[in-house]
Structures are given as C-alpha cells and as structure tokens.
C-alpha cells in the first residue's frame, strides 16, 4: 500500500524541520531531543487509578526505577495480570516517561496492571546490561506480585523496537526460569545482528529511523562486534550461546510497511512458528518505525493500539 498519508505529512513535516538526526548528536543530546518530541503525536493520557515509581534491585547491586499502572483498584481478592514492558528508543533513548501514555493505553485497554521498566541504557551501560536489567526486574514483579495486586501466574513481556528485542529475550529467560509467561507483546522488535534484510536495504532513509541511526545506536550498545552475534542481542540469528527457542510464550507481533525492521520481524515470526510456538503477526500497511506512539495524530494507529490491547486481554482471559 502506499504510505499512509498522515504519516507522509509528518515526515515531511520532519524533513521541513532540518534537525540534527541522532546520529549527528551526543548520546545525551539524542536522549534530551526524545524526550522532547515523544509526546508530541501520543494518545491523551488516560487516568490512573494508582501510578507509582518504583525503584527495583539488579544483580550488580544498582536500582533502576520502573512505573507501576493500575487502571482500576487492585483487587487481592482477585488479582490482577501484569505486562512488564520494555520502551524502544535504540538501547540509547527512551525512558518511563516517553513511553507513559502508551503504556496508560495498555492498562486501561488490555485491563492490567503495567510495569514499565526504566533499564540503563548505553554508552554508559553496555549490553548486556539493559537484558539482565530487563530480566531482573520480570523476576522481580513475579516475586512480588502479591504485594500489588498481582497474578504471578498470569504475567506477559512487550516492548516496542529495541524493547521488542528486551522482551523476546526476557521470554526464553522466562522459560528456563519457570516463569510462566501468557504473552510476549512484540511492536517492530529489533532480532537481527546485521542489517541486511531486503527491508533495511529499501527503508534506509527518508522513513523516521535511518540506517545511519540504527547502526549509530548499536554503536553505544555493543561492547565490540562479536556482541552482534549474542543471541541476547540477535535473538533471530545470534549463534553465540543460542538456547533452543521451543516453548517460549505465545507471540503477538506487530510489524510495519515501511519499516527497516519490518522484514526481521516476519522473519521472527516465521522462525518461532517453524520451533511449533504459537505466533499471531501482523504487517499494518502505510506504517512507519515508531507508529505505535502517533496514535494522537494518525487515526490509523487506533486499529493497532486496539489490536494489541485484545491480545492482551485474550492471553490473561479476561474477555
């Protein structure tokens, strides 16, 4: 299809701007400039019930805060499903509050208790800090979920891009841990080590995340190139201590038309299917890389956030 025309008018509207790009920025710069502009097309906020910030321990001693989302009264009686949701952002970018109104959306749609996680993120932090960061905190709402309301039986992974990679990993690390997981929400995941698919060859440029930005934010990420064969960093094709994919949660994965990750994650997809795991995945057409969080501008983004929402409440049963 062709590319939808509100998200035509906002790249143009991008391209008119001439700002740097974050690949010509500092890693603070880049992070400053985000957290700027992410809320500029997001959804309203919808009201909380309860919305707290949370500090959660790591293994290497530190604290990373996180956000808890309760849409409703917690209910010990009967507790509630949990998403533990990872924001994109390139390993580099991003925050609970750039992603605040999206995960609202989920809460409030998807009829659970969301914890949004603040991972640390690089330079300053290397992989693989933000996957034990990511897992550490999954494990630590599944200890602790009786304490919030929470069904430690009925917990979910998602993330968007880079947060999309965090939960396909925290899925396999779930399962070897015997953390049952209802679901791993899947948004334009980032699964390769090298971008060379037919997508990121034809999306390169002109289409919100660049191929200059993508190999710019795995620049601050990796330690050195081999980390690009670490299957926590490539869960489609890393060889380096890949587990065996059986098993893992049921994915729902939303891919984009327009995307230079798009074909990665068909190709996802398609590899959990071929390992006899269940897979809903869906290519939404006239989309770009980061669409999920311009639901306040483009009408369209409604059908996905609906989409995703009805995954949620189908995995945890509460149709």
């Given at each position: 299809m062709p590319l939808n025309p509100t998200i035509e008018q906002i790249l143009e509207m991008i391209a008119r701007a001439k700002r740097p790009l974050y690949h010509q920025m500092t890693a603070q710069q880049a992070r400053a400039a985000y957290e700027n502009s992410a809320p500029i097309l997001e959804i309203?906020?919808?009201?909380?019930?309860?919305?707290?910030?949370?500090?959660?321990?790591?293994?290497?001693?530190?604290?990373?805060?996180?956000?808890?989302?309760?849409?409703v009264e917690p209910s010990w009686a009967q507790p509630a499903p949990a998403l533990v949701y990872y924001h994109g952002g390139g390993f580099t970018v991003?925050?609970?509050?750039?992603?605040?109104?999206?995960?609202?959306?989920?809460?409030?749609?998807g009829q659970c208790t969301v914890l949004s996680v603040?991972?640390?993120?690089?330079?300053?932090?290397?992989?693989?800090?933000?996957?034990?960061?990511?897992?550490d905190a999954l494990s630590w709402l599944?200890?602790?979920?009786?304490?919030?309301?929470?069904?430690?039986?009925?917990l979910a992974v998602g993330g968007d891009s880079a947060g999309g990679t965090l939960a396909t990993v925290c899925a396999v690390l779930a399962r070897d841990a015997g953390?049952?997981?209802?679901?791993?929400?899947?948004?334009?995941?980032?699964?390769?080590g090298y971008q060379q698919t037919d997508s990121h060859a034809r999306f390169a440029d002109g289409f919100l995340l660049s191929g200059e930005t993508i190999q710019w934010f795995f620049e601050q990420y990796v330690r050195d190139e081999s980390d690009r064969d670490d299957w926590?960093?490539?869960?489609?094709?890393?060889?380096?201590?890949?587990?065996?994919?059986?098993?893992?949660?049921?994915?729902?994965?939303?891919?984009?038309e327009y995307d230079p990750l798009s074909d990665e994650g068909d190709a996802y997809a398609r590899k959990l299917r071929a390992?006899?795991?269940e897979v809903m995945l869906t290519r939404y057409p006239g989309m770009i890389h980061e669409f999920f969080k311009m639901g306040g501008f483009v009408p369209d983004v409604t059908k996905a956030h609906a989409d995703a929402a009805a995954a949620l409440r189908a995995a945890f049963g509460v149709e």
């Open positions: 309203a906020s919808a009201p909380m019930f309860t919305l707290d910030d949370l500090l959660i321990p790591t293994r290497d001693g530190a604290a990373i805060r996180a956000r808890l989302y309760q849409a991003g925050s609970v509050d750039t992603h605040d109104a999206l995960c609202r959306m989920f809460a409030r749609d603040d991972y640390r993120l690089a330079p300053e932090h290397k992989f693989p800090t933000a996957v034990e960061d990511a897992f599944h200890e602790h979920a009786a304490q919030f309301g929470v069904d430690g039986e009925r953390i049952r997981l209802a679901l791993q929400l899947l948004i334009y995941p980032g699964t390769t926590r960093f490539a869960p489609l094709d890393g060889e380096r201590g890949a587990p065996d994919f059986r098993g893992v949660a049921p994915a729902w994965i939303a891919t984009a390992l006899g795991n």
